[in-house]
């Protein structure tokens, strides 16, 4: 994932005063649980929808806004950190700032993005000039050198990526691409439902041409042509579930290898080009995609090539142009999630901000909000995971012991990042001028960390110290080429970490989430990477064997699960990995509780739930939440995780510990034979 991607999150100012007071307690018995009782449904018994039993009630007392399609407790944090983020930004944008100053640059493109009049008086205008340009272009040879002047591509994806079987080292990789819609199957599917988003697509097209001026009749040709081109490339595109293989997406080879299989497309000069001119290897991800778009280049009619190349541009720039394209954004978002209101500008506008400026924003955000004693409570929960981790791994049946020596290698060689980086970004050379558009400013933005990156990796070893996400997000990752588990401030607050709540509850929380991030190095992909984080084989064969086993038992176990009761199932292989994460999250994370108490002594009971019962409800809380039904579709075509309300069922059904924590007994709904229960880690 590209670090300057942004996904807000919520921090607030008491809850980190209270790591100050209690940075030393480890386990302690004499706080309260943590768990909010009003959001139980104890009309429904914990065994036949324990989702439902956990969270029923949630929504009761956290009114969905009518922004959101999707809104829980995850959403709700970023929300509300939205709003924490947004005073630092207002107060700045509210001031006179010196010129050139981060200041500067926060205040003025956050008030160019406020500035509707502005917009609506520009229209179209900003991105016309880019249209105008292409328009223009008479030879095919012309708009090669325009793609790579821009460092734009049309039919392919090309980056600075790391070499999965030299992790040491960054390479310039080339993936498929050029599908606007994203997945495949939008355009293949005979689905109906994915037909009426199919439909709705082609009508949001042909809308954006009619507001740059062209008539009715030329913007339905102009999406024919366009919508035709893609499709064609679909067909031959890899499905998410194809790009989970991380094998079949390696194929290493030289650059005149790279033109000879890409139907002679002369790579050598598009690399030079683009300022990639001491390339000599490539990563090629996926042959098949790649060699037709070459070919499509060389062979497809240059006024189409150029109609698709101005239709990107018209799409990419629609967001920073004037109200009527925001509000066409939103028409076709509104189809695709049932989001029921536009988020409002303000909101827009510090998301923007704190995207293109993410490294500026994240140290004003922790230094505000995140204190270093959360660094040190977060590394000793860390520690107790692994350890647990560590205590799986070892008690595995089905694994041989030279290949636990070896796994045990690798989780001990997790390289662990906690609240935000040691060195940030320096956006002294990132240009912000009021003076021009807010179109003009996001896309000389682009090219300032174009240039940033080429400068950092390219043709460099790789960094270990650089963050993949902002520190401001609710989220976390493990990444298999540095074998690192990442956890921002953002995710750090609850519910997912609370200093106030027992160890039953955090354990089941922000445990659930570390446990989650190490079983990703254990996962069906991250299995395959060593602890150097190279793609190579370190298992015994007849371990992959019973591993491969298991998990194909939990993708049969996720595919009978219902996303629609009676519409939609879940895709157990797509979600593979996530489920397997969750998973192990569970497992370690109760084994680390147990660890726990087992040195402290048994935490109490509370309103007659055991610290067992409690960890599990509090895993369940993180999940939280209601979904369109539109927004449930979108994510099981496009997403790896399984549906919150599967996460939840489909975990706790396959974790032994729940079993016993509520006693579930055969006759439950969701009772799984204890033969047929998946045991993974």
Not at 132 to 158: C, G, M, P, V
Not at 531 to 557: I, P, R, S
Request: aromatic share 12%.
């Amino acid at each position: 994932m590209m670090k300057k991607f942004l996904l807000c999150t919520l921090c607030t100012v008491f809850l980190f005063s209270a790591f100050a007071q209690e940075k030393k307690v480890l386990f302690n018995k004499a706080v309260k649980s943590g768990i909010h009782y009003e959001n139980l449904d104890k009309s429904v018994k914990p065994g036949d929808d324990f989702f439902q039993y956990a969270t029923g009630n949630w929504i009761k007392h956290n009114p969905q806004p009518p922004i959101y399609p999707m809104w829980g407790s995850f959403t709700k944090l970023d929300d509300d950190n939205t709003k924490a983020v947004a005073g630092i930004i207002q107060d700045i944008a509210g001031r006179l700032n010196k010129p050139g100053s981060i200041e500067q640059k926060i205040g003025d493109l956050y008030n160019l993005a406020m500035d509707s009049v502005r917009r609506n008086r520009e229209g179209a205008t900003p991105v016309m000039a880019e249209v105008n340009k292409i328009k223009a272009i008479s030879t095919r040879e012309e708009l090669f050198q325009y793609l790579t002047r821009e460092h734009d591509n049309l039919l392919w994806s090309l980056y600075i990526g790391v070499d999965d079987k030299n992790a040491s080292q960054h390479i310039i990789s080339v993936n498929q691409g050029g599908l606007s819609m994203g997945n495949r199957d939008y355009y293949i599917s005979k689905d109906p439902e994915i037909a009426k988003i199919r439909k709705a697509a082609i009508e949001h097209y042909e809308n954006l041409f009619k507001l740059c001026g062209y008539s009715a009749k030329e913007a339905k040709k102009n999406v024919k042509t366009i919508w035709a081109m893609e499709t064609k490339l679909a067909k031959a595109s890899y499905s998410i579930e194809q790009m989970r293989d991380p094998e079949a997406n390696y194929h290493k080879m030289s650059v005149d290898e790279l033109s000879k299989t890409c139907h002679g497309f002369d790579w050598a000069s598009y690399l030079r080009n683009y300022g990639y001119d001491k390339t000599t290897e490539v990563l090629l991800g996926q042959p098949e995609p790649v060699a037709l778009a070459c070919d499509m280049m060389m062979k497809e009619k240059l006024e189409d090539l150029k109609l698709l190349y101005i239709f990107r541009a018209i799409k990419g720039a629609s967001p920073y142009l004037s109200d009527d394209f925001v509000a066409e954004n939103f028409d076709f978002r509104r189809k695709i999630s049932g989001a029921k209101e536009m988020t409002p500008r303000w909101q827009r506008s510090v998301d923007l901000v704190g995207s293109l400026l993410s490294d500026a924003v994240g140290q004003m955000y922790v230094k505000k909000y995140f204190p270093p004693e959360a660094k040190t409570r977060m590394l000793e929960l860390v520690k107790n995971l692994q350890t647990a981790l560590g205590g799986r791994i070892k008690a595995q049946e089905w694994m041989s012991e030279d290949t636990k020596k070896v796994a045990l290698e690798k989780l001990n060689a997790f390289y662990v990042k906690i609240g935000y980086p040691d060195k940030w970004d320096d956006l002294s050379k990132l240009v912000i001028d009021p003076k021009k558009s807010l179109y003009e400013n996001v896309v000389e933005a682009g090219k300032f960390y174009f240039e940033l990156d080429k400068q950092k990796n390219y043709n460099k070893p790789v960094d270990r110290d650089e963050w993949q996400m902002p520190a401001q997000m609710v989220n976390a990752y493990y990444n298999p080429t540095t074998n690192e588990i990442c956890f921002p401030a953002g995710i750090l607050q609850p519910p997912f970490f609370d200093m106030k709540a027992d160890d039953a509850t955090n354990y089941g929380a922000i445990g659930v989430v570390i446990g989650h991030e190490m079983t990703h190095g254990f996962d069906d992909q991250g299995s395959q990477y060593d602890k150097n984080g190279n793609l190579k084989t370190w298992w015994a064969e007849e371990d992959v064997k019973a591993f491969k086993l298991a998990t194909e038992q939990m993708a049969v176990y996720f595919d009978s699960l219902w996303v629609i009761p009676g519409q939609l199932r879940s895709n157990g292989r797509q979600c593979l990995g996530e489920n397997i994460a969750d998973h192990g999250g569970l497992n370690i994370a109760y084994d680390a509780l147990q660890m726990a108490q087992k040195m402290h002594g048994r935490l109490p009971d509370e309103n007659s739930f055991t610290p067992e019962q409690r960890f599990f409800l509090s895993f369940a809380n993180v999940w939280a939440g209601v979904s369109s039904e539109q927004i449930l579709r979108y994510l099981t075509i496009n997403d790896v995780h399984s549906a919150n309300h599967l996460r939840v069922n489909g975990g706790v059904a396959q974790c032994e510990y729940w079993y016993k924590a509520f006693d579930i007994q055969p006759d439950a709904k969701l009772y799984v034979d204890p033969k047929k229960r998946v045991n993974i880690w």
